[in-house]
């Protein structure tokens, strides 16, 4: 499939109604089509593995095509510009997350652009910083602990940012690298306990809604 086919097969099934829900939960409708995920992730089984393709579906700005840009991709072909420049144009949380979980983390920057990104200041940047924490903490099996141990600081600095989606993602790789085993666990616990000490709001909303989760892990994984 060319890109210029998948945007007219995105553009078949846009759905303003979804877009006016969408919006809601804070997901930016510009150049939103309202396609639902399972049909964008049908179109990127039917196009295939490219990176040329993926380039050419990012350029068009269309929300969905960017997403189905990610899953298409090859990481083997990513540069560390080619992340620098798509992390410049996130504008949406879901882009951002989605970008993050199913191209960046398995390329071999994700640990360098998540500590790079983690200190940026724009709001999507720095989001896509801890999204990549929180999505190899998940997937990233043969890291070292030292190597998330790394974050913590990074996660401590950003937790007086109160921006929405900063904050939400702080909290997300702080839970994620805490789950990741024991040992993290209760180093998680640790920090999280002095970012509660911050003399911040969001600060603290990370804190108790981290130590909430970690803490009931811990319990059963202990029982």
Not at 72 to 77: G, L, N
Not at 169 to 195: M, P, S, T
Request: proline share 3%; aromatic share 8%.
């Amino acid at each position: 499939m060319t890109a210029r086919e998948i945007i007219a097969a995105l553009e078949s099934h846009a759905n303003p109604a979804n877009v006016a829900g969408m919006a809601r939960y804070g997901i930016n409708p510009k150049g939103t089509l309202g396609v639902t995920i399972p049909l964008i992730r049908a179109l990127a089984k039917k196009a295939g593995r490219s990176h040329d393709l993926a380039a050419e579906l990012w350029e068009s700005g269309v929300h969905e095509a960017r997403i189905l840009a990610a899953l298409v991709d090859d990481p083997s072909r990513v540069t560390r510009r080619q992340m620098d420049r798509w992390v410049r144009d996130l504008d949406s949380w879901d882009v951002c997350d989605q970008v993050c979980s199913n191209l960046f983390r398995y390329t071999p920057f994700a640990f360098a652009k998540a500590g790079e990104w983690a200190r940026a200041r724009p709001e999507f940047v720095r989001r896509a910083g801890f999204s990549l924490m929180a999505g190899l903490a998940v997937k990233a099996k043969d890291a070292s602990n030292a190597q998330f141990e790394a974050f913590f600081p990074l996660i401590a600095e950003a937790a007086t940012d109160d921006r929405n989606m900063v904050k939400k993602a702080v909290n997300w790789a702080l839970r994620q690298i805490g789950k990741r085993n024991a040992y993290l666990g209760k180093v998680a616990i640790a920090k999280a306990e002095e970012i509660g000490k911050i003399d911040s709001k969001a600060a603290r909303w990370i804190a108790s809604d981290a130590l909430r989760e970690l803490r009931r892990r811990s319990s059963i994984d202990s029982a």
